[in-house]
């Protein structure tokens, strides 16, 4: 079995150290991170405990490392893990800035050090799905998209981590994120943002509520409404059921996927189509697409031991979490400036092959 480390014993952290433990691929070789509450963990699962990265990896070289430390501190931390050539799953955002981002996909891509980011919702049978439905041309061109990621978040949210009231711990970078991934890999590539920002209502440094706009390379127009105030279900994690940590509101979706000859409602895989000539006098043939669905966190540990064991590529690559980053930080950007921002292909800024 394989010895996976975690560092950073927070939110997600300790959920990747619960699946770790009961994988049947790999093992719990220890946990870093420098709270008291890390360390009661540590005890609790009968493993080593370190207070930092570079603790740990002085006093071992596991097969692997889950980073889910506070995301200022990705640079520093995978880089130690490449420099010490020990495989890492990096939570998202891979960086807080694109520069940051550049320089751990490019240390990786340098050193052949395998490097999965941790956009989980690619595991998603509901997303996988998706894509194939997006893919058969039962939808025709894609042309309309629109999606919501409205909940709320406690306010012991923020006074567990005070870092998420400033700049990097916001929803731009926390969830839209998971979004633009979720988008780019349902529907292409976001070839411009445009958006508007609220911090209203929490007062804090960053965004609590953001009103976006797509526009992808293949013409398709896409708008989102993110919030983490809104008292509200329409959201990935509250609509999908994958993760028993929140509470499921089956039957609604947060994305719709709207071509021109039919359409396809995420999570609930609703799909409407015409089967002759498309016209709104005509009816809509509905149906449900049928899938197996299992928890994507689980589904990454596996792929993350297939990384490691050089079975396969990284599903999501370094360069893939600089794109989203890119976006992500184009969001940020057009609702700071309120102008239409562009998002380049991360192969135009980075400084090696992708």
Same mark, same amino acid.
């Given at each position: 079995?394989?010895?996976?480390?975690?560092?950073?014993?927070?939110?997600? $952290?300790?959920?990747?150290? /619960?699946?770790?433990?009961? !994988?049947?691929?790999?093992?719990?070789?220890?946990?870093?991170?420098?709270?008291?509450?890390?360390?009661?963990?540590? +005890?609790?699962?009968?493993?080593?405990?370190?207070?930092?990265?570079?603790?740990?990896?002085?006093?071992?070289?596991?097969?692997?490392?889950?980073?889910?430390?506070?995301?200022?501190?990705?640079?520093?931390?995978?880089?130690?893990?490449?420099?010490?050539?020990?495989?890492?799953?990096?939570?998202?955002?891979?960086?807080?800035?694109?520069?940051?981002?550049?320089?751990?996909?490019?240390? *990786?891509?340098? &050193?052949?050090?395998?490097?999965?980011?941790?956009?989980?919702?690619?595991? %998603?049978?509901? #997303?996988?799905?998706? &894509?194939?439905?997006? =893919?058969?041309?039962?939808?025709?061109?894609?042309?309309?998209?629109?999606? *919501?990621?409205?909940?709320?978040?406690?306010?012991?949210?923020?006074?567990?981590?005070?870092?998420?009231?400033?700049?990097?711990?916001?929803?731009?970078?926390?969830?839209?994120?998971?979004? #633009?991934?979720?988008? &780019?890999?349902?529907?292409? =590539? #976001?070839?411009?943002?445009?958006?508007?920002?609220? %911090?209203?209502?929490?007062?804090?440094?960053? /965004?609590?509520?953001?009103?976006?706009?797509?526009?992808?390379?293949?013409?398709?127009?896409?708008?989102?409404?993110?919030?983490?105030? +809104?008292? !509200?279900?329409?959201?990935? =994690?509250?609509? *999908?059921?994958?993760?028993?940590?929140?509470?499921?509101?089956?039957?609604?979706?947060?994305?719709?996927? +709207? $071509?021109? &000859?039919?359409?396809?409602?995420?999570?609930?895989?609703?799909?409407?189509?015409?089967?002759?000539?498309?016209?709104?006098?005509?009816?809509?043939?509905? /149906?449900?697409?049928?899938?197996?669905?299992?928890?994507?966190?689980? /589904?990454?540990?596996?792929?993350?031991?297939?990384?490691?064991?050089?079975?396969? =590529?990284?599903?999501?690559?370094?360069?893939? @979490?600089?794109?989203?980053?890119?976006?992500?930080?184009?969001?940020?950007?057009?609702?700071?400036? @309120?102008?239409?921002?562009?998002?380049?292909?991360?192969?135009?800024?980075?400084? @090696?092959?992708?």
């Amino acid at each position: 079995m394989l010895s996976i480390s975690v560092a950073g014993a927070g939110l997600i $952290g300790s959920r990747h150290v /619960e699946l770790v433990d009961r !994988s049947a691929e790999c093992r719990l070789a220890s946990i870093a991170d420098p709270a008291p509450a890390a360390q009661a963990l540590a +005890a609790r699962y009968q493993v080593p405990w370190d207070p930092s990265v570079p603790a740990l990896l002085e006093r071992e070289r596991p097969d692997g490392i889950i980073v889910a430390t506070p995301s200022q501190l990705h640079l520093e931390h995978a880089l130690a893990c490449i420099d010490a050539g020990v495989p890492i799953l990096l939570e998202k955002p891979i960086a807080t800035t694109v520069e940051d981002g550049v320089a751990i996909a490019t240390a *990786a891509a340098d &050193r052949d050090a395998p490097l999965l980011v941790g956009h989980h919702r690619r595991h %998603s049978p509901i #997303i996988r799905a998706a &894509r194939r439905v997006i =893919e058969s041309g039962v939808l025709g061109r894609l042309v309309a998209v629109t999606g *919501a990621a409205t909940f709320r978040k406690p306010d012991t949210y923020f006074d567990e981590a005070p870092w998420r009231r400033e700049v990097g711990g916001g929803p731009i970078l926390i969830n839209l994120i998971h979004e #633009i991934d979720n988008l &780019r890999f349902l529907c292409g =590539e #976001i070839s411009s943002v445009q958006a508007q920002a609220s %911090s209203v209502t929490r007062g804090f440094e960053v /965004e609590d509520s953001v009103a976006i706009t797509f526009a992808f390379t293949n013409g398709a127009l896409g708008t989102f409404m993110l919030s983490d105030v +809104a008292a !509200s279900p329409v959201s990935w =994690e509250l609509t *999908a059921g994958e993760n028993p940590d929140y509470p499921n509101v089956p039957g609604v979706d947060c994305y719709l996927l +709207a $071509g021109d &000859r039919g359409s396809l409602g995420v999570p609930t895989l609703r799909l409407a189509s015409y089967p002759g000539t498309p016209s709104w006098w005509e009816p809509l043939l509905a /149906e449900i697409v049928d899938v197996r669905r299992t928890d994507p966190l689980e /589904e990454q540990i596996a792929h993350f031991c297939a990384v490691i064991r050089r079975e396969t =590529e990284p599903l999501v690559t370094g360069w893939e @979490g600089v794109q989203n980053l890119v976006v992500a930080k184009a969001v940020a950007e057009a609702a700071r400036t @309120g102008c239409t921002v562009r998002t380049p292909d991360v192969r135009t800024i980075a400084p @090696g092959p992708t």
